[in-house]
Antibody
Framework: EVQLLESGGGLVQPGGSLRLSCTAS????????MMWVRQAPGKGLEWVSS????????HYADSVKGRFTISRDNSKNTLYLQMNNLRAEDTAVYYC??????????????WGQGTLVTVSS | IQMTQSPSSLSASVGDRVTITCRAS??????LAWFQQKPGQAPKSLIY???TLQSGVPSKFSGSGSGTDFTLTINSLQPEDFATYYC?????????FGGGTRVAIK
């Protein structure tokens, strides 16, 4: 059974940094594109970033471009999201999701349980 | 690409058939997914490619549409189906979600 487990969330001050991790298990191979999606309290879903299986292609939402960096370590079956210069509006539950091979024109099948990031002084 | 869901909320009874619509601001072919989310839980993937059920999803859920107009139908609504449903286009970046449709008990 495919499982995705996020970690690294917490309370951080505006302007601070945080790195989220998403560890995958139940795969025969971590050869899938992955994405991060977030959900602000009481709001809908917002795509944040995607990365290809070989890390060769990365995409970002305009709202996080230049501040967030997506990466992965296939030897550890782990996806990361480095978040810098955090703002109050970045407060959300962050979910990692596995794409159906690729995200663009592939879709998503599995989701993690999410990790809460709170940006506040 | 803007994704517009309607209605934003609805009330229905157990056993009802429910239809949710999702409209894309431009042609997305069939690159449309549906997700279910219950309070305090992560989203769950229901349908991809407009009409293909994810593994393990009951056949009471069905999707249709192509181009700009899509529908999610839930037959014989059960207590466990009361949730918020989201559509998402994955035809082009940035990937975008609809605003959600909350299905509540009447």
């Amino acid at each position: 059974e495919v499982q995705l487990l996020e970690s690294g969330g917490g309370l951080v001050q505006p302007g601070g940094s945080l790195r989220l991790s998403c560890t995958a298990s139940g795969f025969t191979s971590f050869s899938y594109s992955m994405m991060w999606v977030r959900q602000a309290p009481g709001k809908g879903l917002e795509w944040v970033s995607s990365i290809s299986s070989d890390s060769g292609t990365k995409h970002y939402a305009d709202s996080v471009k230049g501040r967030f960096t997506i990466s992965r370590d296939n030897s550890k079956n782990t996806l990361y999201l480095q978040m810098n210069n955090l703002r109050a509006e970045d407060t959300a539950v962050y979910y990692c999701a596995k794409c159906i091979v690729v995200c663009h024109k592939g879709g998503v099948d599995n989701w993690g349980q999410g990790t809460l990031v709170t940006v506040s002084s | 690409i803007q994704m517009t869901q309607s209605p934003s909320s609805l009330s229905a009874s157990v056993g009802d058939r429910v239809t949710i619509t999702c409209r894309a601001s431009q042609d997305i072919n069939n690159y449309l997914a549906w997700f279910q989310q219950k309070p305090g839980q992560a989203p769950k993937s229901l349908i991809y490619a407009s009409s293909t059920l994810q593994s393990g999803v009951p056949s009471k859920f069905s999707g249709s549409g192509s181009g700009t107009d899509f529908t999610l139908t839930i037959n014989s609504l059960q207590p466990e189906d009361f949730a918020t449903y989201y559509c998402q286009q994955y035809a082009s970046y940035p990937l975008t979600f609809g605003g959600g449709t909350r299905v509540a008990i009447k």
